[in-house]
T-cell receptor
């Protein structure tokens, strides 16, 4: 089955700086790669996703890149703000379709 | 309600007891997922339903865990003979389509289970 590795586990940046989180996946058949943000005491919430037929997708300050050959994808947050502080999870769809396999999470802290 | 609702939000039980956790998905969502999240970890897949049937239960750790969705809406996760290692936040998510096929997963806030 699919296995997703995520790093770093913690990331601290100054407000206004950029943050990058990276993930690798194991199954070349996976075709859907979402990123979720989880705030304390809440469930994860989708912030951006990308499909395997696209190399990059951007939504305001957030962008995701996908390298199918290397089987890795990354989340880029520019002009970080204190409210970006949260735990971020990458995920990949299982090759059978239907379920998501999550990475271990990255705790992002944005210092004002 | 507008989102996925999970009850109870917190459950404390003793080792060996039986527990039920309930999930009310977003109205009209056909897919429903259960995940388990331990402290500092990512959500771990347990089971998902497409309609009333369990399409994939490969993540259930053992036969003490069981889930149902009899009418294709509300789902109940059942844990028998609870163990301390079952302590975690149990997350439910629903989707209008299967993950990877077009359906965004909408998560509830979870049920925190503590087994003493």
């Amino acid at each position: 089955g699919e296995n997703v590795e995520q790093h770093p586990s913690t990331l601290s940046v100054q407000e206004g700086d950029s943050a990058v989180i990276k993930c690798t996946y194991s199954d070349s058949a996976s075709n859907y790669f979402p990123w979720y943000k989880q705030e304390l005491g809440k469930g994860p919430q989708l912030i951006i996703d990308i499909r395997s037929n696209v190399g990059e997708k951007k939504d305001q300050r957030i962008a995701v890149t996908l390298n199918k050959t290397a089987k890795h994808f990354s989340l880029h947050i520019t002009e970080t703000q204190p409210e970006d502080s949260a735990v971020y999870f990458c995920a990949a769809s299982d090759n059978q379709g239907g379920k998501l396999i999550f990475g271990q999470g990255t705790e992002l802290s944005v210092k004002p | 309600g507008a989102g996925v609702s999970q009850t109870p939000s917190n459950k404390v039980t003793e080792k060996g007891k039986y527990v039920e956790l309930r999930c009310d998905p977003i109205s009209g969502h056909t897919a429903l997922y259960w995940y388990r999240q331990s402290l500092g970890q990512g959500p771990e897949f347990l089971i998902y339903f497409q309609g009333t049937g369990a399409a994939d239960d490969s993540g259930l750790p053992n036969d003490r865990f069981f889930a149902v969705r009899p009418e294709g809406s509300v789902s109940t996760l059942k844990i028998q003979r609870t163990e301390r290692g079952d302590s975690a936040v149990y997350l439910c998510a629903s989707s209008s389509g299967l993950a990877g096929v077009g359906g965004e997963l909408f998560f509830g806030e979870g049920s925190r289970l503590t087994v003493l």
